[in-house]
């Protein structure tokens, strides 16, 4: 069982930059693919960006530019740097990891474990 945590949600101004953390348990972490999701009330759980075990990364085009995502294998680690933040972003933001690896990374249902979640609030 791998338990995924997150942190560094908070409230920020549209403009403003916020970092979240996902720190995973196990020994397997360098192999698997991990993704951010989002969700905001009244609305489905949606693909943010994600990173497969050999550094590729993929992005939503609503945050293209302006998300980064990378992980630190030896922390067990993945990070999402959100900069100029919109109105928006505002969700809870999931870390999900996908312990196969090579699953499509888009769809939630491929991520086999899930963090709680972390509150992202963007004010104007």
């Known amino acids: 069982q791998v338990q995924l945590v997150e942190s560094g949600g908070g409230l920020v101004q549209a403009g403003g930059s916020l970092r979240l953390s996902c720190a995973a348990s196990?020994?397997?972490?360098?192999?698997?693919?991990m993704g951010w999701f989002r969700q905001a009330p009244g609305k489905e759980r949606e693909f943010v960006t994600a990173?497969?075990?050999?550094?590729?990364?993929y992005y939503a085009d609503s945050v293209k530019g302006r998300f980064t995502i990378s992980r630190d294998n030896a922390k067990n680690t993945v990070y999402l740097q959100m900069n100029s933040l919109k109105l928006e972003d505002t969700a809870v933001y999931y870390c999900?990891?996908?312990?196969?690896?090579?699953?499509?990374?888009?769809?939630?249902?491929?991520?086999?474990?899930w963090g709680q979640g972390t509150q992202v609030t963007v004010s104007s």
């Open positions: 990173i497969r075990w050999n550094i590729n990364t």
């Open positions: 999900a990891a996908d312990a196969s690896g090579d699953r499509s990374i888009f769809t939630p249902a491929a991520y086999d474990y």
């Open positions: 196990g020994r397997a972490f360098s192999t698997y693919t």
